[in-house]
């Protein structure tokens, strides 16, 4: 729905409405004349004064009441000329017949400035439907980044303008349209030192009047969209200030206590005044050698951590056996004790995985399951194929996790996870990452008897 005020110019809308009602007028009056002259003698004076009234309508609903004024006046001479007696000339024979010349012009301006102001009402009404229609749907919609751009992009189609645009100090904040050129038709206020120019036709004054309205609307808008940025950045900002309170009070303690381990044991083989065993210097060595493992392990989670939330984690996906995976993933995790059954069929499909990533994030969970299961359980995982992908299963009967938790526990630095507390609280949520990476997902879920189980879904190679 558009302005009735939408054409360029009201001063040349206003003539070109003009002169289609003359037009109108002219066409329509020598129509009536050609059609009524013929049949005078059978048609009443009354009957030929209402015929007439149309095409005055006709024309002060097109051209307004200034046409249909002088088509009124027009159409009292052609009566007069045509359909009075004497005939042809302009006299007038009685004075009835003169009342009723008389009464035909008063009637016929009557109406004609009543049609006039009818259609100028619904003008009216137009363009107010069409503001109310603009300002509610920028207060109804929700903000977002292209908010501002749809609203000047609404105003510049419903007013015909080539280019609008929210200044503030003479620089654009927002356009829509061509790059202008010189001054704009017209540039009012918004509030807060913003202004809304347009360029393009000139425009009525109540339509000047809703521009600013709108003008205010859009002020808001970027108000609005200003205040979502920076509640969004304060959110990211408190999120990254908890992952560093986490990361600070987790490293701390997984970075000290095995570098405390190693200072001691180092500290202890380098006392000059000691004689150790062969024993005793063995176990010592194998102390440097765990606690520099677990170094690794911290740092090896952590860059993995930042590639994930940095967004530039390598994929290399290619056909790969899962089996082979899974078994690698095995081999290579200190399961402390805890016996593995492995349930994966050589015959499964190939995936289409980052074979070392997927092995990765097996060992996470196998890591995980073998600290959770309580003495004397065992842990499986199963293969199976399931149609477009795979599906592999990390059982554990150790005591699991809560149904509120379960989303938690694949966040950085979280411990909710049905294992003891040590370590960084990495390895899911870099397990699901990684996953993720693959195209893949990672679930949790109960496993039956008691106990947790991760469920990987990865597609099968096509």
């Given at each position: 729905?558009?302005?009735?005020?939408?054409?360029?110019?009201?001063?040349g809308r206003r003539w070109r409405g003009a002169g289609l009602g003359a037009g109108v007028a002219v066409v329509g009056l020598a129509a009536v004349t050609l059609a009524l002259v013929p049949a005078r003698a059978e048609v009443s004076l009354a009957s030929v004064v209402l015929l007439y009234l149309a095409p005055v309508v006709v024309t002060a609903a097109v051209g307004g009441w200034g046409p249909a004024v002088a088509a009124a006046i027009a159409?009292?001479?052609?009566?007069?000329?045509?359909?009075?007696?004497?005939?042809?000339?302009?006299?007038?024979?009685?004075?009835?017949?003169?009342?009723?010349?008389?009464v035909y012009v008063g009637v016929a301006t009557a109406v004609s400035v009543a049609v006039d102001l009818a259609a100028r009402h619904r003008a009216t009404a137009a363009r107010r439907a069409v503001e109310a229609a603009l300002l509610a749907g920028a207060s109804a919609e929700p903000i977002e980044q292209a908010s501002l751009t749809r609203l000047l992009d609404q105003v510049?189609?419903?007013?015909?303008?080539?280019?609008?645009?929210?200044?503030?100090?003479?620089?654009?904040?927002?356009?829509?349209?061509?790059?202008?050129?010189?001054?704009?038709?017209l540039?009012?206020?918004?509030?807060?030192?913003?202004?809304?120019?347009?360029?393009?036709p000139r425009l009525f004054a109540e339509d000047r009047r809703a521009l600013a309205r709108l003008a205010a609307a859009a002020a808001r808008t970027l108000e609005t969209q200003r205040l979502a940025g920076q509640a969004a950045r304060a959110v990211e900002l408190a999120h990254i200030d908890r992952l560093r309170a986490a990361l600070l009070g987790a490293v701390?303690?997984?970075?000290?206590?095995?570098?405390?381990?190693?200072?001691?044991?180092?500290?202890?083989?380098?006392?000059?005044?000691?004689?150790?065993?062969?024993e005793d210097r063995a176990e010592l060595l194998a102390t440097v050698e765990e606690s520099t493992d677990r170094l690794t392990t911290v740092v090896d989670n952590l860059l993995s951590l930042s590639r994930l939330q940095a967004g530039v984690l390598s994929v290399d996906a290619r056909p790969t056996a899962v089996d082979g995976v899974v078994a690698q993933a095995v081999l290579s995790t200190d399961t402390g004790g805890v016996s593995v059954d492995v349930d994966v069929p050589d015959d499964l499909p190939l995936a289409?995985?980052?074979?070392?990533?997927?092995?990765?994030?097996?060992?996470?969970?196998?890591?995980?399951?073998?600290?959770?299961s309580p003495p004397g359980q065992r842990v499986l995982i199963r293969g199976r194929a399931g149609g477009d992908h795979l599906r592999l299963d990390v059982v554990d009967h150790g005591p699991g996790i809560a149904s509120a938790d379960r989303d938690r526990v694949f966040a950085p630095f979280q411990r909710l996870?049905?294992?003891?507390?040590?370590?960084?609280?990495?390895g899911l949520a870099i397990a699901r990452g990684f996953t993720e990476a693959q195209r893949g997902t990672l679930t949790a879920s109960d496993t039956p008897n008691g106990g947790l189980t991760m469920t990987i879904r990865i597609p099968a190679a096509p």
């Open positions: 729905m558009e302005l009735s005020t939408a054409a360029p110019g009201a001063g159409a009292d001479l052609l009566v007069n000329y045509f359909f009075v007696p004497p005939f042809h000339t302009f006299a007038v024979e009685t004075g009835d017949n003169i009342v009723v010349l008389a510049r189609a419903t007013y015909q303008m080539t280019t609008v645009a929210l200044t503030e100090g003479g620089q654009a904040l927002d356009q829509v349209g061509p790059p202008p050129h010189g001054t704009p038709a540039s009012v206020a918004a509030g807060g030192g913003l202004r809304l120019d347009a360029w393009g701390g303690h997984d970075l000290r206590t095995p570098l405390a381990s190693i200072k001691a044991a180092v500290s202890s083989l380098r006392q000059p005044d000691i004689d150790w065993s062969t289409w995985a980052d074979a070392g990533l997927l092995e990765r994030v097996v060992a996470n969970l196998l890591t995980n399951a073998c600290t959770a996870d049905d294992h003891s507390g040590t370590g960084l609280g990495l």
